[in-house]
């Protein structure tokens, strides 16, 4: 976006320093990396949804198992997100993402050696532990490179990783196991978990050679760039109640954290039917040849990529970030709801469920500016870090919903109805819960 010094009140350098091409070369520095590693963290946690097909025919593993696995991911996640953030702010946000990769990688590369529930089970379990953290850590990362006014279009950015790994993880995953199944005597879902486990190994090694926790560390920036970001940042920080939002137990007490965590559990609500029923529903319309299925799996995150960008412009053009991501949820919910009753035709199903996966990509994206924009930095990382625990909750309960919902009408149509109502309540509380007044940013 162009500097406009007229409007903003300030100069676009400082101490020579030109402020576009500051925040230039650090997105082009940080960012990146950091997307490459949320692909990867996506792949993993979501591979599972084309694996089922595998997974089902060796072990017998119905929607009723496979759905109850998906939750055990999330209660590994819950009950570790906030202990891994509190640690984040301690010993950094580099140190944290390469603990985490590096562990959720040996997970997903165990994940081969599953032989019934019980052991299916531990292995979601584990990997939800694994990846806790992972996501508010790297929130909190971009909320000590950029400002506000910019944070909104990188982290647009960084959530191109979730439409990207539904690309790519659909591709690759369902030619793995079309192409591989057997090889070397490992079914084709043992050669997912294989190779998809290798990568985020990798990427905790670049990490700690690459990633530095903020400007001031970095080698890479001139001194009059640190000063530049330095100043946009203490401005920002300056102009948030301190006293109000003091760290974790200030974060816990703020009544506006509980309801962004409301909020988020119609969010994540949203994410489990985009990223874990997606190649179900796409299945149940018709399509049984699992590279096929990967196919049409990878077409809805295409349109979330671009719509998802685009939203997330316009809000920090416009600093607006409560409608953006209520209408996003309601065009969702209303391509939900739709689905439910499609008639299984297979052109209309992978069409509402773009339309779905644009909608939740571009909501998820802006929701997110929220916790960072209104709390103070002390709390940022537990804020954010509780707000996703708490839509966790919606994420570990959905799975489970759907799959029993499945197995006792043999549709997901009533389940979609449900997870729709969740969404519109979302879109509710965050108008009703969080106003306008609250997000008071400025250009920068």
Known sequence: MAEHPAVTGRPPA?????????????????????VVCYVVSFIDRTNIGIAQQGLKRDLGFGSAVYGLGVTLFFVGFILFEVPSNALLAKIGARKTLVRIMATWGVVTIATLFVQDEFTFYVARFLLGVAEAGFFPGALYLLSRWFPSARRTRMTAVFFIGVPVSGVLGSLVSGWIMHALGGVAGLADWQWLFLIE?????????????????EPEQAKWLTPAQKALVRTDLEAERSSKPDVRHGGMLSALRDPKVWILGLCACGAYTLANAVSYWTPRIIAEAGVGDVLNLGFFSAIPPLLGIAVMLLVGRHSDRTLERRWHAAISWLVAAVAMLA???????????VVLLAV???AHYSGLTV??????IYLSESAAATGIAVVTSMG?????ASPSLLGFIQSATGSLSLGLVISSGIVLVAVVVLLV????KDLKEKHD
């Open 367 to 372: 929701f997110y500016s929220i916790p960072s």
């Open 197 to 213: 486990g290798i990568p985020p190994i990798l990427l905790a090694v670049l990490v700690a050679f690459f990633l530095v926790d």
């Open 14 to 34: 400082v101490g020579g320093a030109d402020r576009a091409s500051t925040y230039r070369t650090i997105a082009l520095r940080v960012m990146p990396l950091l």
């Open 392 to 396: 966790s909750f919606a994420a570990a």
């Open 356 to 358: 779905m996966a644009a």
């Open 433 to 436: 819960g969080v106003k306008a």
């Open 339 to 349: 689905l439910a009753f499609s008639g299984g035709s297979v052109l209309v199903v």
